[in-house]
């Protein structure tokens, strides 16, 4: 099978988009993992234009929340059943989706996995995602920076949920190792035994959950001074947290995502570090791969020596550190979406 390497500028994605056509010949579905957190919200947006500009139809569908496979399992029988050309799909639970995917591989269509890697990631035809691993140690690096002694830090870590998704798993590990935290198995969280870590919280990616997670871990610990956070909605109800005990000034908080939210709490120092991703663009390039082999035949080319396609991540601070490449809040909020 031929293949191609994705060279689409990422000033291309920021073309307008609009109501799909009736008449549009090709359908492309979307699968996220919820239609509310400003990240698929972004992606969906970049997926409509995407396929506006190159005349397909979209279908987009949702999980109720994050977590909900079973939605997204029936939305891939759905896009089977509609004759669709591809799906892009950022999956809840990254391993019991597998079985549903390769129906609809084995039914002709290709599968992209957005964001989050499937297990194995081979189950998908191709990923297009963050360097999830990378994005966590650069928020890790960054954060033993900012405190007088790594070996008595007291860390706080903000999960996803306990089905521990690849996304979720990749941010952890990556921060640890970042942070100079040996790892036991990478490919979980909460199996390391450094007794710098007070525990390991489930947020479901939302303030809500941040704002949960936070009261557990001052009830168990409230000298925690460094605090991990999958995205920026958990951070930022953390952060809350933080306020109503008085701590605000005595937690580093670091995150990933860079919706323009996160960016600027970056800017008014709720955040301290957050790794910025760009959805739009990964949304946007996964439509153009599923046109080209609607029309040609031809699977997407990974990035050379990784197993995805990587779609880039910029550390966001107002604090640099020597030797952790990074742009300042204003230029994240150049950069931001949501």
């Given at each position: ?5 994705l060279t689409t ?11 799909m056509?009736d008449g549009h010949?090709?359908t ?6 919820t239609?509310t957190?400003?990240f698929?919200v ?6 409509e234009?995407?396929a506006?500009?190159?005349g397909m139809?979209?279908?987009?569908f949702?999980g109720k929340i994050?977590?909900?496979?079973e939605t997204?399992?029936?939305a ?5 059943l509609?004759g669709a050309?591809?799906?892009?799909i950022?999956a809840s639970?990254t391993?019991?989706i597998?079985?549903?995917v390769?129906?609809?591989r084995?039914a ?6 957005l964001?989050t890697p499937l ?8 990923t297009?995602a963050t360097?999830?691993f990378?994005?966590?140690e ?8 900012q405190?007088?002694?790594t ?5 706080g870590m903000?999960?996803?949920n306990?089905s521990q998704p690849?996304?979720g798993?990749?941010r952890?590990q990556?921060f640890?190792?970042g942070?100079?935290i040996?790892?036991a198995?990478p ?5 390391e035994t450094?007794?710098r870590?007070i525990?390991?919280?489930v ?6 959950g941040g704002r ?16 991990y956070?999958?995205n ?7 952060h809350e947290?933080l306020?109503d005990?008085?701590?605000?000034d ?11 939210p996160?960016?600027q ?9 957050t790794?910025?991703?760009y ?5 946007a390039?996964?439509v153009e791969a599923?046109?080209k082999w609607?029309d040609?035949?031809?699977k997407?080319?990974l990035t050379p020596?990784k197993?995805f396609f990587?779609?880039?991540?910029a550390l966001?601070?107002?604090s ?8 300042s809040?204003?230029e994240?909020?150049e950069?931001?979406?949501?």
């Amino acid at each position: 099978m031929k293949k191609f390497m994705l060279t689409t500028a990422f000033a291309t994605v920021a073309a307008a988009g609009g109501a799909m056509a009736d008449g549009h010949s090709t359908t492309v579905c979307l699968i996220t993992k919820t239609d509310t957190n400003p990240f698929f919200v972004k992606m969906k947006e970049g997926a409509e234009a995407k396929a506006e500009e190159l005349g397909m139809t979209l279908k987009s569908f949702a999980g109720k929340i994050d977590g909900d496979h079973e939605t997204q399992v029936q939305a891939i029988e759905t896009c089977i059943l509609d004759g669709a050309k591809g799906i892009l799909i950022t999956a809840s639970d990254t391993s019991s989706i597998v079985p549903a995917v390769q129906q609809a591989r084995d039914a002709g269509l290709v599968v992209i996995a957005l964001d989050t890697p499937l297990t194995p990631i081979t189950a998908a035809d191709a990923t297009f995602a963050t360097d999830n691993f990378l994005a966590g140690e650069l928020i890790g690096k960054w954060a033993a920076a900012q405190v007088e002694d790594t070996s008595t830090a007291k860390i706080g870590m903000m999960n996803i949920n306990v089905s521990q998704p690849t996304v979720g798993v990749l941010r952890n590990q990556g921060f640890l190792q970042g942070f100079g935290i040996d790892l036991a198995d990478p490919a979980k969280w909460g199996d390391e035994t450094d007794p710098r870590i007070i525990n390991n919280e489930v947020t479901n990616a939302n303030e809500e959950g941040g704002r949960k997670s936070m009261e557990n871990l001052l009830t168990m610990d409230d000298g925690v001074n460094v605090l991990y956070t999958i995205n920026e909605p958990a951070a930022a109800g953390a952060h809350e947290t933080l306020k109503d005990f008085g701590k605000v000034d005595d937690v580093v908080v670091v995150s990933v995502d860079g919706g323009c939210p996160g960016v600027q709490n970056v800017a008014d120092g709720a955040i301290g570090a957050t790794s910025q991703q760009y959805p739009l663009l990964m949304a946007a390039l996964g439509v153009e791969a599923i046109k080209k082999w609607a029309d040609e035949g031809i699977k997407p080319e990974l990035t050379p020596g990784k197993d995805f396609f990587d779609t880039g991540v910029a550390l966001v601070t107002d604090s640099p550190v020597e030797g952790v490449p990074s742009i300042s809040s204003a230029e994240g909020l150049e950069l931001c979406w949501g």
